[in-house]
C-alpha cells in the first residue's frame, strides 16, 4: 500500500557502533540505515513517533512512503523490512529500511484474514483452526494488498484451504507453497489434543522465546 505520508530522517555521521546508537536513543531519535535501489547504505535516524504509526497503520511493515533525508534533493520511496524493540520497555530501538523502485516487482508477507464462519463449525459443531496466518508473495509495490481476505463459510469436516485457493485477482504471485494448509475445521477433540502438546512443548523448551521482528542490533549496526 503506498502512502501519501513522509517520513524525515537525518543523516548520521561519526562512528556506527552501539555507544553511537544509544547517544541517538538518547535525544529520542531512531538509528536506521537504509539501502537499496543500486544505491550505498546510508546511515540516518528518524522520529520513532512516525515509523510506530506506520507499523500500526492498516498496511503495517508492508507502507510504502516517502522518504526525505535532510541535505538530499529528492524523496525516495522506501519500506520498513526489519525492526527491533527493546525487551524490557518496548521501545523500538533500530530500524532498517529499503528503497523501493515502482515498476520493480517486490516479495513481501501478508496477513490472510478469513471471512465467515465455516459450515463445519456452524453446522458440524467444528472448529475453525488457521495454519497459516501470513503467506508471502510477489508484485509491484502499487498491488500490494493490506491482506488477503477469503471467504470460509463453506468450509467443511474434510475439506482444506490452500495457499492455491487464496484469491489473487491476477496481481499477486504466491511464494509460499501452493500446498500449504491455510486453515481447516477441525473436532473438538483435535483441539484439545493439539493445544495439550503444544503446552507440553512449551514447557520443556530450555531458553525463553524473546519476541521480536527484525535483526539483531548489532547485526544492524554491521551495515553502517
Known sequence: MISQEVVQATPREGKF???AARRVRAKGRIPAVVYGAAEPPQAIELDPKQITRILHSE???????????????????AMIVDWQYEPI???LIHIDLKRIALDKAIRVEVPVKLIGTPAGVKVQGGILDQVLREVEIECLPSDIPSHIDVD?????????????DL???????FITDA?????????IKEEVAVSAE????????TEPEVAKKGKAEATGEAKK
Open 167 to 173: 484469491p489473487h485477482g491476477g496481481k499477486l504471485k
Open 89 to 91: 520497555k518496548g521501545n
Open 17 to 19: 557502533n552501539k555507544n
Open 179 to 187: 500446498s500449504n494448509t491455510v486453515a481447516h475445521v477441525v473436532s
Open 59 to 77: 498496511a503495517g511493515h508492508n507502507t510504502i512512503f516517502d522518504l526525505q533525508i535532510a541535505g538530499g534533493d529528492a524523496k525516495n520511496k
Open 198 to 205: 503444544d503446552a507440553l512443548a512449551t514447557a520443556s523448551a
Open 152 to 164: 470460509v463459510t463453506a468450509l467443511v469436516f474434510g475439506q482444506v484451504l490452500r495457499v492455491e
